[in-house]
């Protein structure tokens, strides 16, 4: 079955350090990664994705994300958390052979950053 | 990005009337559209695919007769919740990829009295 998988309900992170959102997938053929940020009662704001290319991804608001084939990740991460980064996080996967476009979202994270 | 709005942003009706709720691509023409609901500090899940010019096609435990979807243009679907129920109580968000990138709408949010 085609699942993404974020192990973690809760990232706590002061202010300033760097963050890691974590992500796996498991999908039949190669997939296209999102990651997308959820205020509260508000839609989801596109972070970045990863299509083809280089592994690295950079994004939105300084985000970037890892593709890691091998170990079928694709974790968020940023180098300097921010207060107004807090907010719901979700990893997502659509599978390339796909004409319909449809997602696979993560159950979603929360980041709290404090001050 | 692209742009997807949804209205009402909010809507608290009595039960066993309908609501309808409206997403449009206001930059882009989109001949899918999709369809979510997210209960609270939850994933989000996928209702339906909003086809232009087709029938909409429903995920399973879906009921289409429940949730009646709409795509009369390529800016436009529409999803009504018929005969709404407190349980239909929710988050609704729509989307839509103009290429490989879905952009969503800012959500609904329908509290069934």
């Known amino acids: 079955a085609q699942s993404v998988a974020q192990p973690e309900d809760q990232v706590n992170v002061a202010e300033g350090n760097p963050l890691t959102v974590k992500c796996t997938y498991s999908v039949s053929g190669n997939p296209y990664l999102f990651w997308y940020v959820q205020y509260p009662n508000r839609g989801l704001q596109f972070l970045l994705k990863?299509?083809?290319?280089?592994?690295l991804v950079k994004g939105s608001y300084g985000f970037e994300a890892e593709f890691n084939k091998s170990q079928t990740s694709f974790h968020l991460k940023k180098p300097s958390a921010l207060v107004s980064d807090s907010a719901l996080y979700f990893c997502a996967v659509r599978i390339r052979s796909s004409n319909t476009g449809k997602l696979i979202f993560g159950q979603g994270t929360t980041l709290q950053v404090k001050p | 990005g692209a742009v997807v709005s949804q209205h009402p942003s909010r809507v608290i009706c009595k039960s066993g009337t309908s609501v309808k709720i409206e997403c449009r691509s206001l930059d882009f023409q989109a001949t899918t559209m999709f369809w979510y609901r997210q209960f609270p500090k939850k994933s989000l899940m996928l209702m339906a695919t909003?086809?232009?010019?087709?029938?909409?096609?429903?995920e399973q435990g879906v009921e289409k007769d429940k949730f009646l979807i709409n795509h009369a243009s390529l800016t436009l679907s529409t999803l009504t919740v018929t005969s709404a129920h407190p349980e239909d109580s929710s988050f609704y968000i729509c989307?839509?990829?103009?290429?490989?990138?879905?952009?969503f709408g800012p959500g609904t949010r329908l509290t069934v009295l």
């Open positions: 989307s839509a990829p103009p290429v490989d990138t879905q952009y």
């Open positions: 990863y299509i083809t290319g280089d592994n």
């Open positions: 909003s086809n232009e010019g087709s029938k909409a096609t429903y």
